[in-house]
């Protein structure tokens, strides 16, 4: 079992920045891949940004390309979410999500095994 704790969500004004952290605890011995997730009301979760293992394969929803940025240092156990230039249309629930690393980067929420309990981020304009 591999618990996840997502933090550094908040209040922050458009074109703001926020750094989201997921902390891993448990089986971390483990490798795996972790992925970024948001929901937003009314709306289905999403894919934001993914990661390996080894921090050498990164993937990102087309949209949030150059503003967005994940990262991770294994030693820590944690996993980062850089969030520039943020918009209102940001605003939303966000999720890390944990796989196995031997299965790769995926983009579906189905795909990912482990998740924390999101943190919230709203962008007023």
């Known amino acids: 079992q591999v618990q996840l704790v997502e933090s550094g969500g908040g209040l922050v004004q458009a074109g703001g920045s926020l750094r989201l952290s997921c902390a891993a605890s448990g089986r971390t011995s483990n490798s795996y891949t972790m992925g970024w997730f948001r929901q937003a009301p009314g709306k289905e979760r999403e894919f934001v940004a993914a990661?390996?293992?080894?921090?050498?394969?990164?993937h990102y929803v087309d949209f949030l390309k150059g503003r967005f940025t994940i990262s991770r240092i294994n030693a820590k156990n944690t996993v980062y979410l850089q969030m520039n230039s943020l918009k209102p249309e940001d605003t939303a629930v966000y999720y890390c999500?944990?796989?196995?690393?031997?299965?790769?980067?995926?983009?579906?929420?189905?795909?990912?095994?482990?998740w924390g309990q999101g943190t919230q981020v709203t962008v007023s304009s």
């Open positions: 999500a944990a796989r196995p690393g031997t299965l790769g980067i995926a983009v579906r929420q189905f795909d990912y095994e482990y």
């Open positions: 990661i390996s293992w080894s921090g050498g394969n990164t």
